[in-house]
């Protein structure tokens, strides 16, 4: 490792150990390597101007990359390294992340960041800036000079921060594709004005935030929205529904809580809807007069048939809810099935050998191809919920089942597959696969890694 090191830093980049390589990377034209430094850490992209001549002057002609965390050891020092490359560097800016951690800050501590925060957005290096992410000071409603910077931006994550009215009336965002608000305080008023100054946006991501109670969306371009709708201030409004008047273009919608905070869902127009997310004991969702709450699926013709992929977060694991499912949404392809921890001790038994049930069953046409299920324990009622679709979905391609590190023996996945009735599978092609690794994109990760704009959210591939 130690000799590895030596050369990277006394050898431009390209040639070998024994000397004799060739310097490939060097002859690339200035703009290919300009966007490879401006994809580097901070503190890498800076390094590059002593590997070479050649690499001297590319830093500062490559749009920068500002990530404030880990520059300094010591949070003091962090205003004076910034400064010198907002000073050092011509510009343009590619992206600017900035987290304040400051939470116990005093006021004249706050509004002295809120000067510092201005200069530094004044900057000529942040010229032209595309990606914007800043964790502010939710409690202390500061004037962050955003407007200055809102032309250009294509993806802007605000976090903690406090909206004011007058502060967000100025605010357009023409070239903005993604939008993530994490823990802010805004009114309903502001919050639709700022979509609604969002007319490229494609992915809205609304973390944790308060102020309103209500998000109507009437969007061409959107089409991903995922919603969180944890509360974490006293005594503040919160949100409680979400109302898709028109969004043509939609295709992903997910309600991103884990558990604890109602949401009432209204899709009125959205004719590419295609992913899905609900949780069974939190969400009501409503499209026109069919309404899907907790276990039950209150249609009596009213179908959806654009939906594809769904994930439920289902408390308690019922044959009889999916089938309702399957029959509101016939074109189903994908479900991915996510349990609390305690889910499978309790619940129905799944039981569909009666005779009553069979009659269903001999008539139900089942569109899955892939099932994916956590917590699996090898319980009566799983094995009865999972042999259903192993005897009777005839175009399954892959089911994957979440198990404990301490279940992953031979023999446990021998009596589970005999269980199972694997070897009587209606369809011969279909997989199946017993994991304990990471096999379903939970809300914790959607949320923390903002993937909305996959074309299957959940999938790990």
């Given at each position: 490792m130690e000799m590895e090191m030596e050369m990277a830093a006394g050898d431009p980049p390209g040639v070998g150990e024994d000397g004799g390589g060739v310097d490939v990377i060097s002859d690339l034209p200035d703009d290919l390597l300009g966007e490879i430094i401006t994809l580097l850490p901070t503190k890498d992209g800076a390094r590059t101007q002593i590997l070479a001549s050649r690499w001297r002057h590319l830093w500062r002609s490559a749009p920068l990359n500002l990530d404030c965390r880990g520059l300094v050891k010591r949070r003091i020092q962090l205003h004076g390294v910034v400064s010198r490359i907002l000073t050092s560097h011509p510009g343009p800016g590619r992206r600017f992340i900035y987290k304040f951690k400051g939470l116990s800050a005093t006021e004249y501590e706050l509004l002295q960041m809120n000067a510092t925060m201005d200069e530094w957005l004044r900057s000529a290096a942040l010229c032209n800036l595309q990606e914007l992410d800043l964790s502010y000071c939710l409690w202390y409603p500061l004037e962050v000079p955003i407007s200055r910077l809102s032309t250009t931006l294509r993806v802007a994550t605000i976090t903690r921060y406090n909206f004011l009215d007058t502060t967000v009336q100025?605010?357009?965002?023409?070239?903005?594709?993604?939008?993530?608000?994490?823990?802010?305080?805004?009114?309903?008023?502001?919050?639709?004005?700022?979509?609604?100054?969002?007319?490229?946006?494609?992915?809205?991501?609304?973390?944790?935030?308060?102020?309103?109670?209500?998000?109507?969306?009437?969007?061409?371009?959107?089409?991903?929205?995922?919603?969180?709708?944890?509360?974490?201030?006293?005594?503040?409004?919160?949100?409680?529904?979400?109302?898709?008047?028109?969004?043509?273009?939609?295709?992903?919608?997910?309600?991103?809580?884990?558990?604890?905070?109602n949401l009432n869902i209204s899709v009125i127009s959205a004719p590419k809807l295609e992913t899905l997310r609900y949780l069974s004991n939190f969400t009501k969702i409503s499209f026109g007069s069919a309404v899907i709450q907790g276990l039950c699926v209150d249609s009596l013709t009213a179908v959806v048939r654009t939906v594809k992929i769904l994930a439920v977060d289902m408390h308690v694991l019922s044959l009889d809810t999916v089938i309702k499912l399957m029959g509101f949404f016939p074109c189903l392809e994908k479900l991915y099935i996510e349990c609390s921890f305690h889910s499978f001790q309790s619940g129905p038994t799944n039981v569909w050998r009666l005779r009553k049930k069979q009659n269903r069953i001999r008539y139900l046409d089942i569109p899955l191809k892939t099932i994916v299920l956590e917590q699996y324990r090898g319980t009566k009622s799983q094995v009865s919920f999972l042999t259903f679709f192993v005897l009777h979905a005839r175009l399954l391609e892959v089911m994957t089942l979440g198990i404990r590190t301490t279940d992953n023996s031979e023999e446990f996945l021998a009596e589970q597959r005999r269980k199972l009735q694997l070897e009587n599978r209606v369809s011969t092609d279909a997989r199946f696969y017993f994991t304990t690794d990471r096999y379903i994109r939970n809300y914790w990760y959607i949320n923390y890694f903002r993937k909305l704009d996959l074309t299957d959210p959940f999938a790990f591939t």
């Open positions: 100025g605010l357009r965002f023409p070239q903005l594709k993604q939008l993530t608000l994490e823990m802010v305080r805004i009114s309903e008023c502001s919050l639709h004005h700022m979509i609604a100054g969002c007319p490229a946006l494609e992915c809205l991501l609304i973390n944790c935030s308060f102020g309103f109670r209500c998000i109507r969306i009437n969007s061409l371009s959107l089409r991903s929205i995922g919603v969180d709708a944890k509360c974490l201030g006293y005594n503040e409004l919160k949100l409680g529904e979400l109302v898709i008047e028109n969004a043509p273009c939609l295709k992903r919608l997910l309600h991103l809580d884990e558990s604890g905070d």
